[in-house]
């Protein structure tokens, strides 16, 4: 399918994608591990998993940008190697603050290779066996996003938690070996000094308004003031980066790209079906541990059958993409989704094992089916020295959507327990696990919702490209 020397510059992109979004999800099993050997409480020790996020998407339209000024290739490989650093001084157990400090370290790296990823991908192969490289690309960013519990769950079974983050230090030294000859050689277009720096630092306090406002919406309710004011600074530092965008000689993030109606509801609807494919993720857990009783490491399995749904469709549309219209794939692949949820509205006390892991094993299939022809698309409608940005556009809204997917999902959940029990609910209620059952399924209709969603902006992008297609 790929040439001998292309198929190495692939595989070194695909390892580091697969570890930074695997690192954004495998800590949150080993929270409790780590908050009893650092002596921490879990509100302490969660600031690991919230800080690498936070400065994933901060940066990341930053160093998208570097790409497209310095070259690529040159940011990834600094990346990679940034994130192998941070890895290795992760796993070091000296007290929160310095895992606070090597957690922002592997976030640097994390974000500059992820914002340039999809943009080498793009170099490397032309457009005949793009939507190919993109499935294989997308195939490691899901994997990385769904699979990091089971992971984290089994190497917590024979080691410590350090080893969460040194398992990466072998492979990005590989990855990054590798790399360095296969990677396409990529000059840029200008310099570091063309960096829009102050668009950068206005990004970066609008992801951290966002990333507040959340936060603080779990804990207090989304009612209070301060989640209220945190949500308006958000909205005017946002605007102010818009009108900077718009003004500067320069910019950080060049708005003409969004005028390409296919890049938009692209970018769009691969968030919406991040931020509803995360309450897969959240959810399940509790079901089958919790709800079900079942133990953790017979949980991971169940829920590997989404990863393995992806792990074996996402090639297969891959090839398809290339071969055949890329928006209809993507709205069939859409359609299944949207099929599948029903699937879960129909999980309940007695539902045998096997169906649940089918359901799994389809939804994995679908979203394996939409993101390589979604992402083809997205990379598509830019030209060359606009890659890098539009990468990165397109990795931030997969970030900020599994961000708002986990935050909905748990709000939904808590929201619907509380109001059967008549009274405010965190947890999950063992005396009441029908209230749970309730909870999850209300929160699968939202996920519904924005499945329709998306399907909406797919079926809207197809009609209207048929009706530009009949004027011309």
């Known amino acids: 399918m790929f040439s001998k020397e292309k198929f190495p510059g692939l595989l070194a992109l695909g390892i580091f994608t697969f570890m930074s979004t695997l690192d ?10 780590m908050a009893r050997e650092m002596h921490l409480d879990m509100g302490q020790v969660t ?10 998407s901060g940066l990341i339209l930053l160093f998208g940008r570097l790409g497209d000024l310095v070259g690529k290739t040159k940011i990834f490989s600094i990346g990679s190697l940034i994130f192998t650093l941070g890895s290795l001084l992760a796993g070091i157990n000296l007290g929160l603050h310095f895992l606070l400090f090597s957690r922002i370290v592997q976030a640097v ?9 999809f943009g080498i991908t793009s170099q490397l192969f032309e457009p005949a066996l793009r939507a190919r490289a993109m499935s294989i690309m997308s195939m490691f960013v899901s994997l990385g996003a769904i699979a990091g519990p089971a992971i984290g769950g089994f190497i917590l079974q024979f080691a410590s938690w350090s080893y969460i983050f040194w398992i990466n230090v072998p492979l990005g030294v590989v ?3 590798i790399g360095r000859k296969a990677l396409p050689e990529d000059p840029g277009s200008g310099s570091v000094k063309d960096a829009d720096l102050f668009g950068a630092t206005q990004m970066f306090l609008t992801i951290v308004a966002f ?4 936060s603080l919406g779990q804990a207090q309710g989304f009612m209070t003031l301060s ?3 945190s949500f308006v600074a958000m909205v005017a530092l946002f605007v102010w980066f818009i009108h900077t965008e718009k003004t500067v000689e320069k910019p950080l993030l060049n708005l003409n790209i969004f005028s390409s109606k296919l890049f938009s509801i692209s970018v769009l609807t691969s968030m919406t079906m991040f931020t509803a494919g995360s309450f897969v993720n959240i959810l399940m857990p509790f079901y089958l541990q919790d709800y079900r009783g079942s133990a953790a490491g017979f949980a991971g399995m169940v829920m590997m059958a989404y990863p393995v749904g992806m792990f074996i469709f996402s090639p297969i549309a891959g090839v398809l993409s290339d071969k055949f219209d890329k928006e209809i794939i993507t709205f069939f692949a859409i359609s299944g989704v949207l099929i599948v949820q029903l699937g879960y509205l129909m999980i309940g006390q007695v539902t045998a094992m096997p169906l649940v892991m089918l359901i799994l094993f389809i939804h994995g299939g679908s979203v394996g089916f939409f993101q390589s022809p979604n992402n083809a698309l997205v990379m598509s409608t830019v030209e060359t020295k606009y890659l890098g940005i539009a990468g990165s556009v397109n990795a931030l809204g997969r970030n900020l959507g599994f961000v708002l997917g986990t935050t909905l999902a748990t709000t939904v959940l808590f929201v619907a327990m509380s109001g059967q029990i008549g009274h405010r609910v965190s947890g999950y209620v063992k005396s009441r696990p029908e209230v749970f059952l309730q909870g999850m ?4 209709y939202v996920a519904l ?8 902006l797919s079926s809207y992008r197809l009609l209207t490209r048929k009706k530009s297609a009949s004027v011309m």
């Open 24 to 33: 954004g999800s495998i800590v949150n099993i080993a929270l409790p591990s």
């Open 211 to 214: 990333f507040i406002a959340v």
């Open 175 to 177: 990855a990054y070996l």
């Open 449 to 456: 919702a924005l499945v329709i969603f998306a399907w909406g």
């Open 47 to 56: 600031w690991s998993v919230t800080i690498y996020l936070v400065v994933i």
């Open 227 to 229: 989640v209220i004011l």
């Open 441 to 444: 399924h209300v929160a699968f």
């Open 109 to 117: 790296g994390a974000s500059m290779t992820m914002s340039n990823s």
